[in-house]
């Protein structure tokens, strides 16, 4: 084990050039462009969820990812790096990842992003809307309101969009959003993207390489 936590401080001392946004602490607001609450029952933050994951439950290691759905690096960490790290550690069953949210404030729809992606994730297809979400992220940087757009990605994620409207106009997760957002702060979590390796904060570089050299090592140590 020492070798692995060797291996996380020196690839920390790259970490200046890692993919990460800092920002100040997050803002407990309600989601932009939604609705007043409706039929649909919120869920409370003590539901105990502990966010959406990918891969085995088996898996010796685990990797939990704070993400802001609106931040620039987010969305290239999704789009470049994450596919080759579901290919070689997901997939294989080495790696199990978690994500949680953890939207800015400086981010005007990071939050209402964060609520979709939930409300995706009530009909099993958080991943879906999660991609749709970064890899047609140019909606961040328009600074218009994505309700409608949000929406059509919805569709395009085979979601039951009545369900959706429903969940989405009732803002049934903020509680459970705004839950993640604490933990993460009390983790120390001030900007997006940031990592913990079995429960132990990563400060390295956020490749697919990156992550590869850790999960080998941890495999090594554990053998």
């Known amino acids: 084990m020492k070798r692995f936590y060797y291996l996380l401080g020196a690839v920390a001392i790259g970490g200046g050039v890692a993919l990460w946004y800092g920002a100040q602490r997050p803002a407990a607001t309600s989601p932009p462009g939604t609705a007043p609450p409706g039929s649909a029952t919120p869920v409370v933050a003590t539901d105990g969820f502990h966010g959406f994951t990918l891969g085995s439950d088996t898996a010796r290691v685990d990797v939990t990812e704070y ?44 939050r209402y992003a964060a609520l979709v992606a939930q409300c995706a994730g009530e009909q099993g297809r958080f991943w879906e809307m999660h991609d749709q979400l970064f890899f047609h992220h140019q909606w961040a940087q328009t600074g218009k309101n994505p309700r409608g757009l949000f929406r059509d990605f919805a569709k395009q994620a085979g979601l039951d969009l009545a369900k959706y409207d429903a969940c989405v106009n009732a803002q049934r997760y903020d509680g459970r959003i705004q839950a993640s957002v604490e933990e993460g702060t009390a983790l120390g979590v001030s900007g997006t993207p940031t990592f913990f390796v079995n429960g132990h904060r990563y400060g390295g570089r956020s490749t697919s390489d990156d992550f590869k050299a850790v999960a080998d090592s941890i495999t090594k140590s554990r053998k």
């Open 67 to 110: 993400s802001d759905f609106e931040c620039p690096f987010c969305a290239q960490f999704a789009t470049v790096q994450m596919p080759v790290i579901h290919e070689q550690l997901i997939a294989t069953g080495r790696v199990r990842w978690r994500f949680r949210d953890f939207p800015l404030p400086g981010h005007q729809y990071s």
